[in-house]
């Protein structure tokens, strides 16, 4: 039977800027409850997404008659109970979110449904073209398969405060060499004042952040030859770099900070400069938790002079776990699709998930009124580099490695060439 979708409605999508095979797609689901009875188990990662995905659990269930339960776990406790999960095949969880750098553990293990099939077949009612490639390998795909599906697309950027600029007579830097001297000329330790802020804390927290300074530097975890080079000429520079940047401009305790510590410290003013991850971008302008309202800009990161500009991306797939029932299987991936489609994921931005990954975000306007710095993002995931951590089934055992080097260096326990060389020996004996 042929569907006739009312005038009003068909307006109404032109209005918000939907498509009419997106409207069509979301009425259809609105139609048909074929999983009620269904409950989906879904473990989150604590980012702004995770409780986002926990209020649009209402409208999921109104659209398909599927319950969805959202457990909320630190970075830490995600990785720990997920794997033991599908370790011990006790189907605990349905679906998963899944940091990029996990794909290639998801892949070699098995952890995860290969989607391959189900993203072909259903590339036209998801418009796939709409959806940065940058993001659709690095968030999802493992030397070609689909271990999971994007749905949060973060773009590393640099949060700088316009005030201190303008004050300082100091124009935004788009190089490394100029974010260096700006991050010195803003350190001000009499007024509380520090020109720059970075993950110290050893572990994930400063391997991470390292990582990123260190693909801007010039630098690559890994050689041509496919194999470890944690201490080449560029690595071992951009971590003296590194260390004179926590040394000379950094807030005292810095050495301690994870994502958290840093963020903090640049809401509630006493930095000039933090590269970070653009979901946090929404939080500077909530009186809420920022006492810098009005006051920050976001640019896109800088890169070492003479260097093509490759921005880091990053962000989170969702996985279905491969150890539940087809049946289960088939309703998670529903829920993948309504997530990531066009209408939903623009709610879910809305709601402040800070994830985009489509295109059309980028120009949205109720989306633009909202986030002024979508351009940016924009420009990051067209000039996207989402392998400077690079995705493999090693990865876990190297950032190890390189979270006690680094953190060693900026406690002034080694100097970057002796930790690193340390940390290169020890990698050489994972390949």
């Known amino acids: 039977m042929t569907k006739v979708f009312p005038t009003s409605l068909l307006c109404r999508a032109s209005i918000l800027g939907v498509g009419f095979a997106a409207l069509m797609a979301s009425t259809t689901l609105a139609q048909d409850k074929s999983l009620a009875g269904v409950t989906l188990t879904l473990a989150s ?47 605990g969880y349905d679906l998963v979110t899944m940091d990029i750098v996990w794909a290639g553990q998801y892949a070699e293990n098995g952890y995860s449904v290969d989607l391959t099939d189900w993203v072909k077949r259903d590339a036209a009612e998801m418009d796939l073209d709409d959806i940065y490639p940058v993001l659709l390998e690095a968030l999802g795909q493992y030397e070609g398969r ?6 949060a697309g973060y773009a590393n950027v640099l ?28 350190t001000d330790p009499a007024k509380n004042q520090y020109g720059f802020v970075a993950n110290g804390q050893m572990g994930p927290a400063v391997a991470q952040d390292w990582m990123q300074y ?37 807030p005292p305790g810095a050495i301690e900070y994870d994502w ?45 002079e003479g260097l093509e500009p490759r921005y880091g991306v990053g962000g989170w797939g969702m996985a279905i776990n491969a150890d539940i029932t087809p049946s289960q299987q088939e309703a998670a991936w529903t829920f993948i699709k309504w997530l990531t489609s066009k209408t939903i994921h623009k709610e879910f931005n809305m709601e402040g998930a800070g994830s985009f990954m489509r295109k059309s975000e980028m120009t949205d306007p109720d989306l633009l009124a909202k986030f002024d710095f979508l351009p940016v993002i924009a420009k990051t995931y067209e000039n996207g580099n989402g392998e400077y951590r690079p995705r493999i089934p090693q990865y876990p055992e190297l950032q190890d490695l390189l979270g006690t080097a680094v953190n060693s260096v900026l406690a002034g326990a080694a100097e970057p060439q002796a930790a690193l060389d340390e940390a290169q020996a020890k990698a050489e004996e994972l390949f």
């Open 214 to 250: 260190n693909s801007q530097l010039g630098g690559s975890i890994m050689g041509a030859d496919g194999k470890p080079a944690l201490n080449s000429a560029a690595n071992v520079h951009s971590l003296e770099v590194y260390k004179e940047l926590f040394a000379d401009t950094a």
């Open 260 to 304: 958290g510590g840093r963020e903090e410290s640049f809401r509630q003013g006493l930095v000039a400069m933090m590269q970070t991850w653009s979901v946090g971008a929404p939080g500077y302008s909530d009186p809420a938790v920022s006492n810098v309202v009005g006051k920050v800009g976001i640019a896109t990161a800088p890169v070492a």
């Open 45 to 91: 990662q604590n980012d702004q997404f995770g409780a986002v995905l926990a209020k649009l659990a209402p409208k999921f269930k109104e659209d398909t008659g599927a319950d969805l339960r959202v457990e909320i776990l630190s970075y830490g406790e995600l990785l720990t109970k997920t794997t033991a999960d599908f370790i011990g095949d006790t189907k």
């Open 159 to 186: 949060a700088y405060r316009k005030d201190l600029f303008e004050a300082a007579g100091l124009a935004v830097p788009t190089t490394t060499e100029d974010f260096v001297a700006d991050a010195k000329a803003l």
């Open 146 to 151: 689909y271990v999971a599906f994007p749905f």
